[in-house]
Structures are given as structure tokens and as C-alpha cells.
């Protein structure tokens, strides 16, 4: 969702680590206006109005204009949004760690839990092998082939490149934490990252936005987004980090998109993203984060932050 920028002084609060979040009671959040990009086809919904309620987006309607809107209900927040628019050091990368009836094992178990398993994996014999036992989701698999690609693809098997993380490992101080070889296999990794991204997406993989960054890495999340515009269109970049997870976690009909029934979970944005998906790793285009219908995060003046989170 995109917004015209009415700036306030930012509210910024830290995760905290073992304090729970104190939550206020719920109150209906309204986005008038509010321009919505829809992953599944890159369509811009213009002149849009969406209402929250318990955690839930109850309400969304499509306006032609919203000259004289009166809503102003007790408990309503409206805000105008009428912008342009949201490593182990002893193994060798292609040796398989588990057996097949350790795998199996740990297929058939979690699909006792009406769950699938994903896996970490970088060479085409470590993807092969895992698919062969029913892995659903590989993790990296930076070394990806055509062929391989193909294979996911008949069998629905979900990719999630994360190829920050190995940028991030190869910068300091993150690349003192490494010897000698796990630098050698790093740079490795990452210099044929972006050709699997474009063999996956030539090929249909359908391609997932991973976490995948560990210790203080984290704060380069953002560069994912960077990362993968050097290969795929702006719509792919976005579909991956919204509908695509929402389908792997099996969860498309409540989370990855602005829509009624579905969580209230989204953020606002200066800029379109489908013009230039970087904008997504420059938090100055950054306008609010909603995370169940409580705004996390603001630096707009119609929508002071909701959630009180003792800072870091
Ligand atoms: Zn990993």
C-alpha cells in the first residue's frame, strides 16, 4: 500500500527479547483512499477504502473518489492515503547429510503434523537427493541447473534463494566469523547465486522470501529485494515475498495479500514498488507497518503508533 507522506517524528521500537507486547484494545483502523497493489496479477486497486477489525481486514471496497467522506466514527482512525501509491566447516557443500530413511523419517512425521519439510541445500546432488524423499521447499540451492529447475517445477517444490545471506557473510566484520574454507565456499556460493535465480525463474520455480540470516545479520533483510531486481521483474520480487510464501506455508487464503477476511498484516509504502522494487530495502520510503490491525510502526501524523513494546 502506498501513501502521500505526512511526516511525524518516526516511532521506532525495538523487539524486545523477553518483555511481551502490551496490546490496547482493538479499534477499526481505516485506510481511505489507499492505492493496493494485488501480487497475484500486479494490478494497482486505485481509490480503495479497507477496514480493520480484530486483527482482520473486514472490508474492502473499491471508490471512485473520496471527496466528502465523513468517516470519523469514535474509535476510527482514518488516515488519507492519496499518494501515488507498497555454515559447518567440516563438510563439503555437495555431500548429503542424512540418509534417505532419515529423511523419509522426518517427511513422514511431519506429514503426520499436516506439515511438509523444507532443507538446506546449495549443489544439484544435495536438491536431488532431498527431493527424491520428499522434501518440499529447498532453502539456497545456489548451484541450481535447468534440469533440476524443471524437476521442481513438476513437482511443486518451493524455492528460497536468500542470497543476502552470503552477501552479508562476505563483508565485515561478518566475514571474520569464518575460516579459510568456509570463505572459499561462501564466495562460491554467492557468485552463482543470481544465475539459479534466473534459471528458477525462466524455468516457473515458484520462488519464496526467506529469513535465512543469522547473529546480527538480520538488519540486511532488506537487500534481498536489491539483490534480486538485478534479475527478476519487479512483480516476481514482490509475488515471492507475499503470495508465493502465503501458498508454501499453506496459508494463501489468510496471509500475502490486502484483502477482505485476511489478516490485517501489510505496510505502507511512498513508493510504488512495482516501479522500482528497491524501494522495499530503503526504509525512507517506509511510511507505517500493520501487524494484526495494531500499527507497529509510523511516521505518519494519522496514525500514531498503537502498540506500546518497551524499547531496546
Ligand atoms: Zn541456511
Known sequence: MTATKKMAPPQSYGVAGDKPWILPPHKPIQFINANLIDPVDGKVIEHARVTAVGGRITRLTARTSVEGDKSDEENTAVVDLKGKYMSSRLNNLAHPQFLDEELQAMVRTAASFDTDVTAHAYTVRAMRHIIDNGVLGIEHG????????????EKGI?????LVTHDAMSIPPYNQFQD???AKKNAA???SGLNALKIAHEAGVTMCFG?????????FQRKEFTIRSQVLPALGVLQSATVNCAKMLRREEEIGQVKEGFLADFIVLEKNPLEDIRVLDDNQNLLAVVKAEHIAFSSLEALPVSIERKPW
Open 142 to 153: 545456489n548451484f541450481l541447473d535447468r534440469e533440476l529447475a524443471e524437476l521442481m517445477v
Open 158 to 162: 518451493f524455492l528460497t534463494l536468500t
Open 180 to 182: 579459510e574454507d568456509c
Open 189 to 191: 556460493i554467492l557468485g
Open 211 to 219: 529469513s535465512d540470516l543469522i547473529a546480527g545479520m538480520h538488519q
